[in-house]
């Protein structure tokens, strides 16, 4: 859904230069909105066959919108409930194939069918996550996956929070 910039049709290339385009385009003086924002729109045009990639800040017990490239999604995520509230409740990523069975899935975008939550550390704590969903069922169960983990991670390091 999103323009595409010609990245290499190789995944392992493909995702070797995004990786290295995210550590050139975020910088730990920047705001972090400003690093979000580039980084949401970088997943975008990488990624393929997504619907939704954007953050949700952890302030107290909610999760609220930041930056993101999609549909418009719900503001705010009620504590302890959805997709993107278990990955900060576990503290790890989580992986859900098919969202349509997983209990109290918040459906932003009706055409969603699977998701990846990465939570996104600072000094250890939980300061926000990083979600990406995808119209396509079981998106995110090959190699991609760890990447986008490992993408989130250089985030982490490079938060200005
Ligand atoms: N599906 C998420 C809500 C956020 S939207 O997907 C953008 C959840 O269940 O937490």
């Given at each position: 859904m999103f323009e595409?910039?010609?990245?290499?049709?190789?995944?392992?290339?493909?995702?070797?230069?995004?990786?290295?385009?995210?550590?050139?385009?975020?910088?730990?003086?920047?705001?972090?909105?400003?690093?979000d924002a580039n980084s949401a729109a970088l997943f975008a045009s990488l990624i393929?066959?997504i619907n939704w990639v954007g953050f949700?800040?952890?302030?107290?017990?909610?999760?609220?919108?930041g930056p993101f490239q999609g549909l418009p999604a719900?503001?705010?995520?009620?504590?302890?409930?959805?997709?993107?509230?278990?990955?900060?409740?576990?503290?790890?990523?989580?992986?859900?194939?098919?969202?349509?069975?997983?209990?109290?899935?918040?459906?932003?975008d009706?055409?969603?069918?699977?998701?990846?939550?990465?939570?996104?550390?600072?000094?250890?704590?939980?300061?926000?996550?990083?979600d990406i969903d995808?119209?396509?069922?079981?998106?995110?169960?090959?190699?991609?996956?760890?990447?986008?983990?490992?993408?989130?991670?250089?985030?982490?390091?490079?938060?200005?929070?």
């Amino acid at each position: 859904m999103f323009e595409k910039t010609p990245y290499p049709e190789n995944l392992d290339e493909r995702y070797a230069l995004g990786e290295a385009q995210l550590s050139a385009l975020i910088d730990p003086s920047y705001e972090e909105v400003t690093n979000d924002a580039n980084s949401a729109a970088l997943f975008a045009s990488l990624i393929d066959n997504i619907n939704w990639v954007g953050f949700y800040y952890l302030r107290d017990d909610r999760l609220v919108l930041g930056p993101f490239q999609g549909l418009p999604a719900c503001s705010v995520l009620p504590a302890h409930k959805g997709v993107c509230w278990k990955a900060v409740d576990d503290q790890k990523p989580v992986y859900v194939d098919d969202v349509l069975s997983f209990p109290g899935h918040i459906a932003c975008d009706a055409a969603s069918r699977s998701e990846l939550v990465v939570p996104i550390f600072d000094h250890g704590k939980i300061i926000k996550v990083l979600d990406i969903d995808s119209a396509v069922p079981d998106r995110f169960s090959g190699p991609e996956r760890d990447w986008i983990i490992r993408c989130a991670q250089l985030l982490s390091r490079k938060s200005s929070v």
